[in-house]
């Protein structure tokens, strides 16, 4: 039965993406391929993105909603991408970004300029943003200094998150406030070489995360209750799929676990990818705000596409639009999705 249920879910999002939906697209390009060249795909808007960033310095602030910390958290993740594709350059966008990691998390040895202001377990869904951040960490030239004051942040950070009452409210919440705080949990235990809380994430995920979140039939329900049902699940599927990459070992995919009952991540992604590919057939009521600027091009569909051997999602993603308005921003966690796919923090 289950070999017949996945069938299923595949066939039916390569029905929803070839019926009058967004997604016209040139089939030949992506038919045999689900491992997306995504330094290729992405390189124009990399470096794009990456010369903006060498250009500016956003002033170090507290305020996880600020313009200043969102533009940190889109420049850092570039400047590393673009030192992948542009080898020639990698040097001057590490030192950029060492420059603008210095800034916010201090060198080795000095206190870190950087300091949350954390007034409920709601306020840590703002800093999922940060999970990119140290992502990007090994794929920058950084000096010991610069590499040792931000992996110091991030593993004082993770010790808030893993012993705090108001992180741990957050990690037992049933929606997105749990799938936030698992992703920087992930984040930042991977770069710090803490294989205790990366263990401790995946118990979580296997017998908690899916349970609580996901559905019979794929859907997010708390997310559904809210004033942006819509965006919220999208933003959810991305942060969970982010959760997969970094929980998972060379010996156990987080993609492929399901509940006896079926919600795991094959059903989510297989459950949102048509409406992602036609927004105007969501069932639910409709965004409150911003609707009509929806869906907003997923990482979580270019991971899926991998995870599943699924073209059709890799289709779909090649031909989604780039948000650009800063309240849509901060609702998608992973902007380079190159720095993701393979994962270089360490294998285990």
């Known amino acids: 039965m289950r070999a017949t249920r996945r069938a299923f879910l595949g066939g ?7 019926r009058g939906s967004v997604a016209q697209f040139a089939v030949g390009e992506t038919s045999n391929v689900t491992r997306l060249d995504l330094a290729k795909i992405d390189r124009a ?14 002033p170090p602030t507290s305020d996880a909603a600020s313009d200043a910390f969102l533009q940190m958290t889109l420049d850092v993740p570039a400047l590393a991408a673009a030192a992948q594709i542009d080898a020639e350059r ?19 040895g000095s206190k870190s300029p950087f300091h949350l ?37 991030f593993r004082s950070y993770l010790n808030y998150l893993t012993t705090d009452i108001n992180a741990g409210l957050a990690r037992d919440a049933k929606d997105k ?18 294989d205790t809380s990366l263990q401790a994430a995946r118990v979580r995920y296997r017998h908690a995360t899916l349970r ?78 911003h609707f009509m600027e929806m869906p907003g091009r997923r990482p979580a569909l270019a991971f899926a596409a991998r995870a599943y051997s699924q073209p059709e999602y890799a289709s779909l993603f090649l031909i989604l639009k780039e948000f650009t308005d800063p309240e849509l921003l901060r609702t998608l966690p992973i902007r380079q999705p190159l720095l993701w796919v393979p994962h270089p923090g360490r294998q285990t």
């Open 90 to 108: 990698a040097a001057e966008y590490s030192a950029k970004a060492a420059d603008t990691l210095a800034a916010w998390f201090g060198k080795s």
């Open 12 to 18: 039916g999002v390569a029905c929803a993406l070839t």
């Open 177 to 194: 406030n749990q799938s936030s705080w698992l992703l920087q949990v992930g984040a930042f235990a991977r770069l710090c070489g803490d």
């Open 212 to 289: 609580a979140e996901i559905n019979a039939d794929g859907f997010f329900p708390q997310e559904l209750k809210t004033a942006n049902p819509f965006r919220n699940s999208l933003f959810n599927l991305d942060l969970l799929a982010g959760v997969c990459i970094l929980l998972s070992t060379r010996f156990e995919s987080m993609w492929d676990i399901e509940l006896q009952d079926g919600p795991g991540m094959r059903a989510a992604v297989a459950r949102h990818a048509p409406y992602i590919a036609k927004p105007v057939s969501w069932p639910y009521l409709a965004d409150a705000t």
């Open 117 to 153: 202001e954390i007034s409920g377990f709601e306020d840590l869904l703002q800093l999922c943003q940060l999970a990119e951040v140290a992502v990007s960490l090994p794929f920058l030239q950084l000096s010991p200094e610069v590499l040792g004051g931000a992996t110091a942040w």
């Open 45 to 58: 808007r990399i470096l794009t993105s990456a010369a903006t960033a060498l250009g500016r310095t956003p």
